[in-house]
């Protein structure tokens, strides 16, 4: 079991830019693999992005695909997501997610460890 925090939420205008990472503690990553969720108001969490224990294997939400990027390094305990083209619609709290199959993996109950989350609103 590891802790997960998330970090680099905020306001940004349409069209721009934000990193997010999550930086794991009381534990190691490198085997697990990896996952971001988000929750938008009044909205289940879905599914953003995932990646597997070594970085070789992503799947992304095809709402996002082309313009999300999920990194990880392992060596500094992190995994990343950078948000690019940034529209409305991406408003919400965003989660990062560990799995110990080391898998990536779309569905929200693979996951046992769970950060809490960082705001992101994304302005018209």
């Known amino acids: 079991q590891v802790q997960l925090e998330e970090s680099g939420g905020g306001l940004v205008q349409a069209g721009g830019s934000l990193r997010l990472s999550c930086v794991a503690s009381?534990?190691?990553?490198?085997?697990?693999?990896m996952g971001w969720f988000r929750q938008g108001p009044g909205k289940e969490r879905e599914f953003v992005a995932t990646i597997n224990w070594s970085g070789g294997s992503t799947a992304y939400a095809d709402s996002v695909k082309g313009r999300f990027t999920i990194s990880r390094d392992n060596a500094k305990n992190t995994v990343h997501l950078q948000m690019n083209s940034l529209k409305p619609e991406d408003t919400a709290v965003y989660y990062c997610a560990a799995n110990i199959l080391g898998l990536p993996a779309t569905q929200r109950n693979v996951y046992q460890d769970w950060g809490q989350g960082t705001q992101v609103t994304v302005s018209s």
């Open positions: 009381g534990g190691f990553i490198s085997n697990l693999g």
